[in-house]
């Protein structure tokens, strides 16, 4: 499956009937084909953040459960989408979302299969490359026998790099509140080692210019709207940012902006001290999401 494809087959997700639990989900899912399952994977992968509600958020899950579910299908699916999509970047995805999850729970159902396939099978032996665990561990050991590793890192590399690497502390708040915006919304296949540049500066703000922070976090709101981002917002470097000495400054814009305010909604501070939880309760009142 290619790009161009993707266009169909969201609307195919999108209109999806809504499931609302993980049963729902199942039963509309588990009969697919394993072309069909390979075919949607390989698009939500595609999925930038934003978009990732609704029926795309429960099909990303129902994919996240599947290697503890049912094993075997989960290995198909892999070799389908190996065998299938050309895109690089969108296989690489196998790695982190799924391979990982499948051989930590059922590694010894699954590892005489995976060992008789990556005899013929060059792709799986580059993705299980990408595969970590303890080097004392058996099912280790029966990997790197068949593990592509130089080749994985390779290319792990070379989508880890970015095109123009960000030096957040020469951004004025306007440029760094929209490079944070394109980073957190790209998918995880798109993201690259520019996220990392931002949640460390982030970190670096938090230590040593909470005001920094706090500027970041309103010049973002001045731009973007989407929920899935505004709630990265709110948990990320608005929750990291409160704390007693920072109280005051959130107090005052809380005053003076209704949207800093709602967004307050979203952050968890249930084991802040009972002073700091009093104050933020009496600014927040009944608009927790």
């Known amino acids: 499956m290619g790009l161009t494809d993707d266009t169909g087959l969201l609307e195919v997700i999108v209109a999806a009937p809504q499931l609302r639990t993980p049963d729902e989900t199942e039963a509309f899912l588990d009969p697919m084909p394993i072309g069909e399952l390979a075919s949607m994977w390989c698009a939500l992968q595609r999925v930038s953040r934003r978009d990732q509600v609704g029926s795309v958020w429960a099909l990303k899950l129902y994919f996240d459960r599947l290697p503890q579910r049912r094993p075997q299908q989960a290995l198909d699916l892999v070799l389908e989408v190996l065998g299938t999509e050309a895109d690089k970047p969108t296989v690489m995805q196998l790695n982190d979302k799924f391979l990982l999850s499948l051989l930590y729970a059922h590694g010894e159902a699954v590892i005489d299969r995976i060992e008789h396939e990556a005899m013929r099978n060059d792709r799986l032996r580059w993705l299980l490359g990408g595969v970590h665990g303890a080097p004392d561990d058996p099912l280790m050991a029966r990997i790197v026998e068949h593990a592509d590793g130089k080749a994985w890192q390779a290319d792990h ?81 608005l929750e990291d940012v409160i704390n007693a000495a920072t109280i005051d400054r959130i107090e005052r814009e809380a005053r003076v902006n209704e949207r800093f305010r709602e967004l307050l909604g979203g952050v968890w501070y249930y084991r802040a001290p009972d002073e700091l939880k009093a104050r933020l309760d009496a600014l927040i009142g009944e608009s927790r999401w």
């Open 157 to 237: 590399l070379a989508q880890r790099t970015p095109r123009e690497p960000l030096d957040c502390a020469s951004l004025s708040a306007a440029a760094l509140a929209r490079a944070w915006v394109e980073q957190y919304s790209k998918s995880d296949r798109d993201q690259d080692d520019n996220l990392f540049a931002i949640m460390d500066f982030e970190r670096d703000l938090r230590e040593e210019d909470p005001d920094g922070l706090i500027d970041l976090v309103l010049e973002v709101l001045k731009i973007e709207a989407n929920p899935v981002l505004l709630s990265l917002l709110a948990a990320g470097p």
